[in-house]
T-cell receptor
Framework: EAGVTQSPTHLIKTRGQQATLRCSPISGHTSVYWYQQALGLGLQFLLWYDEGEERNRGNFPPRFSGRQFPNYSSELNVNALELEDSALYLC????????????FGPGTRLTVL | DQQVKQNSPSLSVQEGRISILNCDYTNSMFDYFLWYKKYPAEGPTFLISISSIKDKNEDGRFTVFLNKSAKHLSLHIVPSQPGDSAVYFCAAGYTGANSKLTFGKGITLSVRP
């Protein structure tokens, strides 16, 4: 069974641009979570989607947004990129209602120059 | 406000000995706790979890202990193996609709052959 997949692996952007990151959950999982891991920090919760709707949001500005598609895959969009947005962005998925068991993808390394 | 704290950034142990990784939390609302292991260039991998109604959970070489009165949990790895060398994250969450995991900054474990 395929795990959580993310694309692209690496993404390089310049300040002010927009970045789009993609995530495909494990088959059968309806919940998708996004986390940011900046250098020297732990994983910071960004967003949670379930059944196509945003269910919870971390302490991030509105420049960070996303959506979940009918097939439960998800996109994370970061607008007006800033240097401090450079980080590893991790996507996780779980069965509905099972936020206590989240499976992670390999992440997308975003570098903002 | 860091609700999950892993105060030691690194730990080095000899192969075959016990590794003890510590984690403290401040939010008494947390009712489940997880440990994840992360290798470079990979996403975190779920290791073991514990519910707040228990004080110990064991899975093979891995045991997690929870002391609710001290708001402290620890992960014991016995015996430690070189393949255990990785970054270990402690995470905590709420059951129910919230589903957000709060992570510590991680501990880098090095197991010396």
């Amino acid at each position: 069974e395929a795990g959580v997949t993310q694309s692209p692996t690496h993404l390089i952007k310049t300040r002010g641009q927009q970045a789009t990151l993609r995530c495909s959950p494990i088959s059968g999982h309806t919940s998708v979570y996004w986390y940011q891991q900046a250098l020297g920090l732990g994983l910071q919760f960004l967003l949670w989607y379930d059944e196509g709707e945003e269910r919870n949001r971390g302490n991030f500005p509105p420049r960070f947004s996303g959506r979940q598609f009918p097939n439960y895959s998800s996109e994370l969009n970061v607008n007006a990129l800033e240097l401090e947005d450079s980080a590893l962005y991790l996507c996780a998925s779980s069965l509905q209602g099972r936020g206590d068991t989240q499976y992670f993808g390999p992440g997308t390394r975003l570098t903002v120059l | 406000d860091q609700q999950v704290k892993q105060n030691s950034p690194s730990l080095s142990v000899q192969e075959g000995r016990i590794s003890i990784l510590n984690c403290d939390y401040t939010n008494s609302m947390f009712d489940y706790f997880l440990w994840y292991k992360k290798y470079p260039a990979e996403g975190p991998t779920f290791l073991i979890s514990i519910s707040s109604i228990k004080d110990k959970n064991e899975d093979g070489r891995f045991t997690v202990f929870l002391n609710k009165s001290a708001k402290h949990l620890s992960l014991h790895i016995v015996p430690s193996q070189p393949g255990d060398s990785a970054v270990y994250f402690c995470a905590a969450g709420y059951t129910g609709a919230n589903s957000k995991l709060t992570f510590g900054k991680g501990i880098t474990l090095s197991v010396r052959p």
